[in-house]
């Protein structure tokens, strides 16, 4: 059967992060051995993008597949480098307000899968021996602008009633935590961890079982072959293969649908080691129920991250003269959170964030695009929806459908 052009895959070209991440100040030693594509090649997955996305579904498919990985930087070098690695089962849209856009069953559905996919998160890096500092965690989701205290009540009801580890905390419960608000969910079952060694970790244990790592490489079209696809490089190599991947971050595929899906801007900073904080925060995962919210957590060396200062546009977070003002704004909302922090700032940086409607991540085969699949992690939870993204797509192509693809299809 002749090849004819099946589509562009162009990419929208960002730049994903700016200012100078906590992870990319090691991003030399991650270990993730790449090579250029000089000559065409043949495998059974062909996956674009070499982040955290990526890196799951080669982890996943490599056990069963050959595999090989493209990006047009280096490994792991592009937006999962301005994470924050807070690995929360909680959406950015409450349950019961997801469940007024997709109905109460699914919105369950939605919830109960994220949260297992944390402990299938830590299976696999323990299984696996991936050292990324993960930690679990509680979660405390504080009152706030967006949702207060009786709002807050009646989640905790509608989590617990849909069998998550959630419950109210009354403003005296909150008294141990030196913090003054109307209400939170306190949640067990999330974790925290360094999102460029773990990206890293699972590409590495990928390449243990034969995957390939590729770039610089850009890929810019697709041939439909009839039982197979044939990537065409910038460089005009070719890749066949049985099934293409697209994990491709915020700079989304030109053929890829994104339903109203939009980029927004983000900001995030982490103290000097060592910061001098409440010993319950080494333990759990701070955000508040506002927009912009804030979020804070502690690494193990006793680093404070915080983010948040959202704002509505694609390419604020691409000025670097942003970073200054947004930190301090950060700093000033801790200090009134737990006025007791101090916060000495040693990195600094900015990203671009993908959001969604409801919160929830595009996951599935490509409307019109045979062999096609693409990851879309919009919402907060970009490494959770990484790990269901790899099972429901590697479910897929071994021919099991995944019983929650449903959820996340391009429909």
Sequence with gaps: MPQQSFSSVATSKRDLRTGRSLWSSDASGLGVPARPLCA?????????????????????????????VFDRRGPVLGSTMASTAMLQWELDLPLQALAEKIGEANAGRVYRRSRRAVDDLRAIVESSGIRCGLKPKRSLYLAGDDYGARALAREAEARAAAGLESVFLHPAD????????????????????????????????????????????????????????????????????????????????????????KIISTWALASKPLTRAPAWLSRHLVWEASDPYLYLRMTSDGRLIAGGEDEASPTRHADPKAIGPKSQAIVRKLKVLIPDLEIDIDYAWSGAFGESTTSMPLIGPIPGMPH?????????????????????VAAAIRGRPDPDADLYNFR
């Design 174 to 261: 909150l008294r141990p935590f030196g913090i003054e608000r109307t209400g939170a969910i306190l949640s067990e079952g999330s974790a925290s961890a360094d999102p460029a060694r773990l990206a890293a970790g699972l590409l590495r244990r990928a390449i243990d079982n034969g995957a390939k790592v590729y770039s610089p490489v850009e890929i810019t079209g697709v041939l439909q072959g009839g039982d197979h696809v044939t990537l065409v490089s910038d460089a005009g190599v070719e890749v066949r293969a049985r099934h293409v991947v697209f994990c491709c971050g915020y700079e989304f595929p030109d053929s890829v649908p994104t339903h109203g899906a």
């Design 372 to 392: 096609g699949y693409a990851v879309m992690g919009f919402g907060g939870n970009g490494i959770t929806y990484s790990v269901i993204a790899s099972q429901i």
């Design 40 to 68: 065409p090649i043949d495998v059974d997955v062909a996956i674009v993008g070499a982040g955290v996305s990526g890196a799951f579904m080669a982890h996943e498919l490599a056990r069963t597949f050959s595999v090989a």
